[in-house]
């Protein structure tokens, strides 16, 4: 796993064989960072990452200068990994929560200026993502929300739909608030 941008700069951080997490590709990541740097003033940006697998979105927006980015992830051995990857770049900006991505969503009441969701492409409630987060009011106004997926899934049709990004299998839909 390889930090892009900022101040973590070209950083990689082996990820074990035992992470079962489908990471961003590094071609997915930095072309859609490509993007969002022409829209965000990561210096100005809270940040909450949605099953977050091996925290590579969470850590690459703490090195791109968000001063608070939540991370959460339900499987002990990823939240492990991401702890440890904390700790190893010495990221005090990063919380890691270990638990449920949507019973998180549920129950929460903070409001972000970035939000980034990538679920596993077979969880059976991704379709409900997006509707949760604009029903829950999660993202700030003028804030973003980005919504990783297979080509399975269309996010056209909701409110806030700005454009849907394709990088090989990996699909963005980028909502803006």
Same mark, same amino acid.
């Given at each position: 796993m390889r930090i892009i941008s900022g101040k973590y700069k070209s950083r990689r951080i082996q990820v074990p !064989?035992?992470?079962k997490a489908r990471p961003t590709t590094d %071609?997915?990541?930095e072309n859609l960072f490509n993007i969002l740097n022409n829209r965000i003033d990561w210096d100005e940006t809270t940040a909450l990452d949605l099953f977050s697998g091996t925290g590579s979105i969470a850590l690459e927006l703490v090195s791109r200068g968000c001063s608070y980015v939540v991370c959460v992830?339900?499987?002990p051995l990823h939240y492990n990994f991401i702890c440890k !990857?904390?700790?190893t770049l010495?990221?005090?900006?990063? %919380?890691p929560i270990k638990g449920d991505a949507l019973k998180y969503l549920k129950s929460t009441q903070q409001k972000f200026d970035f939000v980034f969701a990538d679920p596993p492409y077979d969880l059976s409630d991704a379709e409900k993502i997006p509707e949760m987060i604009i029903e829950k009011q999660i993202v700030?106004?003028?804030g973003t929300f980005v919504m990783e997926h297979s080509k399975n899934h269309h996010f056209s049709h909701l409110p806030h739909f700005s454009e849907e990004r394709t990088y090989g299998g990996?699909?963005?839909s980028i909502f803006e608030f």
């Open positions: !064989a035992n992470l %071609f997915a990541k992830e339900k499987n !990857a904390q700790e010495g990221a005090k900006e990063l %919380f700030k106004e003028g990996v699909h963005f």
